[in-house]
């Protein structure tokens, strides 16, 4: 079956250090896939976009991976502070021929940095 | 710049009742999705648009109407209210018409089905 993996524990880490967040996926192919930050009570913003393409891109304290033959990608955030937390979720976007394109989401990773 | 806008922010309903969930966008965006969100669940598509006059359906559109009559607005609307429609509801919107692009959420409406 298809299925988009992010952990469901929440990772709880100290300020200061870089956090990793994974999103695993089952038998689809992706074109692009995004990361996106929702805090409680708000609709989820978008962050990063990382193409198949692309094995990695960054945005200030932001780095995503995209391992296609793992199927799966990497958030980073260096330099971790409290306002990081959140719950952070990945979404695929597919490409289906004859039908529409549509973009999968995982349930999210809760992030918890502690002072 | 507001965004998207989705009104009401809170609901509580009774089985059978029918609502209007609204949402409305000033980006002049093309591409519009409204979306549900229950716990431990990704994000689900009820149904899109990618332009005034056209729409489709998503993954859970069973129980759910929309309309796209102009550019900016995408209500949603429940026929019969039921307890499985308990949930978050998301609206988004995107430029270029096309779920690659990043998609703007609005802040969500919390309905509770009773």
């Known amino acids: 079956s298809q299925k988009i993996e992010q952990n469901s524990e929440a990772l709880n880490i100290q300020e200061g250090k870089t956090a990793t967040l994974t999103c695993n996926y089952t038998?689809?192919?992706?074109?692009?896939l995004q990361w996106y930050r929702q805090d409680p009570g708000r609709g989820p913003v978008f962050l990063l976009l990382?193409?198949?393409?692309?094995k990695e891109k960054r945005k200030e304290r932001l780095k995503v991976t995209f391992d296609t033959t793992l199927k799966q990608s990497l958030f980073h955030i260096t330099a971790s502070q409290p306002a990081d937390s959140a719950t952070y979720l990945c979404a695929l976007f597919l490409l289906f021929s004859g039908g529409y394109n549509k973009l999968i989401f995982g349930a999210g990773t809760r992030l918890a940095v502690h002072p | 710049n507001a965004g998207v806008t989705q009104t009401p922010k809170f609901q509580v309903l009774k089985t059978g009742q029918s609502m209007t969930l609204q949402c409305a966008q000033d980006?002049?965006?093309?591409?519009m999705s409204w979306y549900r969100q229950d716990p431990g669940m990704g994000l689900r598509l009820i149904h899109y648009?990618?332009?005034?006059?056209?729409?489709d359906q998503g993954e859970v559109p069973n129980g759910y109407n929309v309309s796209r009559s102009t550019t900016e607005d995408f209500p949603l609307r429940l026929l019969s209210a039921a307890p499985s429609q308990t949930s978050v509801y998301f609206c988004?919107?995107?430029?270029?018409?096309?779920?690659?692009?990043?998609?703007?959420f609005g802040d969500g409406t919390r309905l509770s089905i009773l």
């Open positions: 038998n689809y192919s992706p074109a692009y």
């Open positions: 988004a919107s995107s430029s270029l018409g096309g779920p690659d692009q990043p998609q703007h």
């Open positions: 990382i193409r198949e393409n692309e």
């Open positions: 648009s990618v332009g005034a006059g056209i729409t």
């Open positions: 980006m002049n965006h093309e591409y």
